[in-house]
């Protein structure tokens, strides 16, 4: 399943003059922008890659990779770039002769057996974040792309940065000390009483108790933040209960 699946995400394209292989679900950026256009030897397919191919630094900065693609072969691809933009275009155009590509975004006319005009934006997954299909000029709708990821990326950045931030721990050594004192003083108390079972006894740790529960709750109302050993702050607890009731 996942060798089929890979294969279905794996197209083949120019970059650099060389025929590769592209894994669209294989991208160490974060985002994908894919230019869609009918057809190589078009006027209006070479003003569309031209404005991307001006701003490809700033789509590269933004931790995106972009393509061109169309449903044209690799071979006819190296020969257009070779004779409209001199050999060199920043980035690879896509073969897709049977627009599987396009179809997963609705953008193939299968009557017509081309890809529609529009851009597709993506993650590296290749799972589709805007598809801007629109009567912008090239340069309008190629810097509305850049604007798009630009914020897509601020906006997962400060995401990132909320789920990450953690308060830091507040502490007050002194609090801190306060809450050793008491609690070894408390358990101490315990050990020492094991012989009191009057009703006098049981009164005396009932007192006990009680200053050990307004020491708690001193504590407490002294820093509200105070993050402690929850060790100390169980046994204090267990301590409290069992003077109350008269054990030890």
């Given at each position: 399943?996942?060798?089929?699946?890979?294969?279905?995400?794996?197209?083949?394209?120019v970059?650099?003059?060389?025929?590769?292989?592209?894994?669209?679900?294989?991208?160490?950026?974060?985002?994908?922008v894919?230019?869609?256009?009918?057809?190589?030897?078009?006027d209006?397919?070479?003003?569309?890659?031209?404005?991307?191919?001006?701003?490809?630094?700033?789509?590269?900065?933004?931790?995106?990779?972009?393509?061109?693609?169309?449903?044209?072969?690799?071979?006819?691809?190296?020969?257009?770039?070779?004779?409209?933009?001199?050999?060199?275009?920043?980035?690879p155009?896509?073969?897709?002769?049977?627009?599987?590509?396009?179809?997963?975004?609705?953008?193939?006319?299968?009557?017509?057996?081309?890809?529609?005009?529009?851009?597709?934006?993506?993650?590296?997954?290749?799972?589709?974040?805007?598809?801007?299909?629109t009567?912008?000029?090239?340069?309008?709708?190629?810097?509305?792309?850049?604007?798009?990821?630009?914020?897509?990326?601020?906006h997962?950045?400060?995401?990132?940065?909320?789920?990450?931030?953690?308060?830091?721990?507040?502490?007050?050594?002194?609090?801190?000390?306060?809450?050793?004192?008491?609690?070894?003083y408390?358990?101490?108390?315990?050990?020492?009483?094991?012989n009191?079972?009057?009703?006098?006894?049981?009164?005396?740790?009932?007192?006990?108790?009680?200053?050990?529960?307004?020491?708690?709750?001193?504590?407490?109302?002294?820093?509200?933040?105070?993050?402690?050993?929850?060790?100390?702050?169980?046994?204090?607890?267990?301590?409290?209960?069992?003077?109350?009731?008269?054990?030890?």
């Amino acid at each position: 399943m996942e060798a089929k699946s890979r294969h279905q995400s794996v197209f083949k394209g120019v970059i650099d003059g060389c025929e590769q292989e592209f894994d669209l679900e294989r991208v160490k950026e974060k985002f994908q922008v894919f230019i869609f256009y009918p057809s190589d030897f078009d006027d209006d397919s070479y003003s569309v890659l031209s404005s991307f191919s001006s701003l490809s630094k700033q789509f590269s900065s933004s931790d995106c990779f972009v393509y061109g693609c169309s449903t044209d072969s690799p071979g006819a691809h190296l020969d257009w770039i070779k004779d409209r933009f001199d050999s060199s275009l920043p980035f690879p155009l896509l073969s897709d002769p049977a627009g599987k590509l396009a179809s997963r975004f609705s953008l193939f006319d299968r009557e017509e057996r081309i890809n529609m005009r529009a851009v597709v934006i993506t993650d590296n997954q290749g799972i589709a974040l805007e598809v801007i299909n629109t009567s912008l000029e090239d340069q309008q709708m190629t810097e509305y792309a850049l604007s798009v990821v630009k914020q897509t990326l601020e906006h997962r950045r400060t995401l990132l940065e909320k789920r990450c931030h953690f308060q830091q721990p507040y502490t007050n050594p002194v609090l801190e000390q306060k809450l050793e004192e008491l609690a070894s003083y408390s358990l101490s108390v315990v050990k020492q009483a094991g012989n009191i079972t009057s009703t006098r006894g049981r009164s005396v740790s009932r007192s006990l108790a009680r200053s050990v529960s307004r020491g708690r709750s001193l504590v407490r109302t002294e820093s509200k933040q105070s993050y402690r050993d929850p060790v100390f702050a169980n046994q204090m607890k267990r301590t409290e209960d069992r003077l109350m009731r008269g054990f030890f």
